[in-house]
């Protein structure tokens, strides 16, 4: 179950980290990457 | 994809991993275990896994200290961080652990019950991960944890929790280990920590347990003995020799009906003296300011000042606060005392403990100069 439950957090990761760099206005980035770091944080440290 | 866009975007990138690493590595942090330095009166260095062998390699697993004295006497276990945000509880058994010397009898202590509680903290209550105390060589620290087991190790809550011994009970106190007695071997890691307990108390052949607490001061049941019907005269005996030496404390027996709770089912189902002490902590209460390391060692909070002048709490509460001594000190004199009457009562179940600190030094020159240096 684990890892899916990583691979569904990954693929998010993965398209928060595409629309970052896709996004044009710089506030919305910062907003986007508030929501990044959540994501991070559970990639990495989920047990 | 244009330039322009590509900097500020690598730019917050390389932010967001700063604050990942940074906070990740705070987070993590939480589950790197204190340490305990045991003095030499210390006779055996065991795990709870050693007695009910399925919690090995678990977040449940904690260690148990072995006060073995060469007189024979009666067989104590003080358990101390039953619940982690109850700092008097756990340093009053870090205390003992680090200082004691069993003359006559077997003391048996377990500082860090709730092991998986100690590795996070209450969500949305912003306690610090940490607090300090001054030894004559430096600072030392201890972690504050959850008063519940963590939901990592134990997930999901049900909606109603229904306790070994049929107690229906609100979904979070399926994590909290004061309800979970006389655990299940099957059961949830917290009951198999109960469960664990309930093992040692037999294998161990304790006759006298000593849970420590603390409670919020706006709670009615505080500065007490909550005793089982095995530990009535005791308690009653404790309490007279406690009042004698200044220290307010008021009984209250176990009901019958509260089932769940360590002195209701060390008493019923291992037949042991079971006793609770508690002590009033306003790092844990409902009306407390910020939380800080102030707050849990000094123990001063004007809003609870205020509540008291109010006459809203149980427990009287200055402008001086009720400091993280002054509770270690009154858990240190009620286990002395019960330890008294039990000589009283049981001559040939005495137990004697050397090197006991004494409340009113420890009252006076703080829990510091008793524990052990911290290590560099």
Redesign the interface.
């Known amino acids: 179950m684990r890892i899916f439950y990583h691979l569904i957090v990954f693929y998010i990761t993965i398209q928060l980290v595409w629309s970052l760099f896709r996004e044009k206005k710089f506030w919305k980035q910062a907003s986007l990457v508030l929501v990044l770091v959540l994501f991070l944080l559970r990639l990495f440290l989920i047990e | 994809?244009k330039t322009k866009?590509?900097m500020?975007?690598l730019l917050?990138?390389g932010?967001?991993?700063a604050?990942?690493f940074f906070?990740?590595r705070e987070?993590?942090s939480m589950r790197r275990n204190d340490e305990i330095f045991p003095g030499s009166g210390l006779t055996a260095r065991k795990r709870l896994s050693d007695y009910f062998p399925s919690l090995k390699d678990t977040a449940g697993d904690t260690e148990v200290f072995i006060f073995d004295g060469a007189a024979k006497g009666g067989n104590l276990l003080i358990l101390g961080g039953t619940h982690p945000n109850e700092p008097a509880g756990f340093m009053t058994a870090i205390l003992l652990a680090e200082t004691i010397r069993a003359a006559r009898g077997k003391a048996v202590i377990v500082p860090w019950a709730n092991a998986s509680g100690f590795t996070h903290s209450d969500p949305q209550e912003g306690s610090p991960q940490r607090f300090f105390l001054e030894t004559p060589t430096g600072r030392r620290w201890f972690r504050l944890g959850s008063r519940v087991t963590n939901p990592?190790?134990q997930w999901p809550d049900p909606t109603i929790y229904v306790n070994p011994m049929g107690q229906k009970l609100a979904g979070i106190d399926a994590r909290n280990l004061n309800r979970a007695y006389p655990g299940k071997a099957a059961g949830n890691l917290t009951e198999k920590v109960a469960f664990a307990i309930m093992d040692l108390i037999r294998k161990e052949r304790i006759e006298l347990g000593i849970d420590l607490h603390e409670s919020a001061p706006e709670y009615p049941v505080i500065n007490a003995i909550v005793f089982h019907e095995n530990a009535s005269e005791l308690a009653a005996i404790a309490q007279m020799e406690l009042q004698a030496e200044g220290f307010e404390l008021r009984l209250e027996a176990s009901p019958p009906n509260l089932r769940g709770l360590s002195h209701r089912e060390w008493g019923d189902a291992a037949g042991i003296k079971a006793i609770l002490l508690e002590t009033p902590n306003a790092s844990h209460g409902r009306l407390k300011g910020r939380p800080t390391v102030s707050l849990i060692v000094d123990g001063k909070d004007k809003y609870y000042e205020r509540a008291s002048r109010l006459g809203r709490l149980f427990v009287p509460y200055g402008p001086e606060g009720i400091p993280l001594k002054l509770r270690v000190a009154r858990h240190l004199a009620g286990v002395q005392a019960i330890l008294d009457s039990l000589r009283e009562l049981e001559p040939d179940k005495a137990i004697e403990l050397a090197n006991f600190p004494s409340p009113a030094e420890v009252q006076a020159k703080g829990i510091g100069v008793f524990l052990h240096p911290a290590q560099k």
């Open positions: 994809m866009h590509l500020p975007g917050l990138l932010l967001t991993l604050v990942g906070s990740g987070f993590l990592v190790h």
